[in-house]
Antibody
Framework: QVQLKESGPGLVQPSQTLSLTCTVSGFSLTSYSVHWVRQHSGKSLEWMGRMWSDGDTSYNSAFTSRLSISRDTSKSQVFLKMNSLQTEDTGTYYC???????WGQGTLVTVSS | DVVLTQTPPTLSATIGQSVSISCRSSQSLLHSNGNTYLNWLLQRPGQPPQLLIYLVSRLESGVPNRFSGSGSGTDFTLKISGVEAEDLGVYYCVQSTHAPYTFGAGTKLELK
């Protein structure tokens, strides 16, 4: 069945770079796109960007040039890299498939020294 | 960016009651390809969001048919015909017609 699972460090220091991995199963990254979505505690959801099935990417300009999304189709993985982290980047990060039909469980990232 | 305004922010209901949630967009969500990319999600406490409705009114597989969606252009509604205990949580509308994709602020459904 379709599954997505986020992984990465739970704690990142301010000004450092966040690296997250979304490992998918049950579908091919060359057939479906994957979104990254962030949620601050108790708040709504924020779309960060998308890896399209053809390998193209789209980003929310709110993240300017801090954000990069890439993939390794042979490993069924999509990667998120975001630099210059600040405390306001603390939150739960989700990956989700096309149409927001399937979501990972999310990974909590805390930015703190 | 497209702003999605959800009302009400909080909804108190009894089991069996029918309720509606509104989602209004700051611009039309009709895509040039003829589709309207407006979905409804439910997030239960401690869980990731779950897709309920896609393309305004299409029921996601496995979702009970007490959920229904309607609307067009800038005005959309999610209706629950007969709330059940498992329906409690926060409901979000999300649009993916215009990048950046955006979510409503959420409507929390509570038991009265």
């Amino acid at each position: 069945q379709v599954q997505l699972k986020e992984s990465g460090p739970g704690l990142v220091q301010p000004s450092q770079t966040l690296s997250l991995t979304c490992t998918v199963s049950g579908f091919s990254l060359t057939s479906y796109s994957v979104h990254w979505v962030r949620q601050h505690s108790g708040k709504s959801l924020e779309w960060m960007g998308r890896m399209w099935s053809d390998g193209d990417t789209s980003y929310n300009s709110a993240f300017t040039s801090r954000l990069s999304i890439s993939r390794d189709t042979s490993k069924s993985q999509v990667f998120l890299k975001m630099n210059s982290l600040q405390t306001e980047d603390t939150g739960t990060y989700y990956c989700a498939r096309t149409g927001f039909a399937y979501w990972g469980q999310g990974t909590l990232v805390t930015v703190s020294s | 960016d497209v702003v999605l305004t959800q009302t009400p922010p909080t909804l108190s209901a009894t089991i069996g009651q029918s309720v509606s949630i509104s989602c209004r967009s700051s611009q039309s969500l009709l895509h040039s390809n003829g589709n309207t990319y407006l979905n409804w999600l439910l997030q239960r406490p401690g869980q990731p969001p779950q897709l309920l409705i896609y393309l305004v009114s299409r029921l996601e597989s496995g979702v009970p048919n007490r959920f229904s969606g309607s609307g067009s252009g800038t005005d959309f509604t999610l209706k629950i015909s007969g709330v059940e205990a498992e329906d409690l949580g926060v409901y979000y509308c999300v649009q993916s017609t215009h990048a950046p994709y955006t979510f409503g602020a959420g409507t929390k459904l509570e038991l009265k």
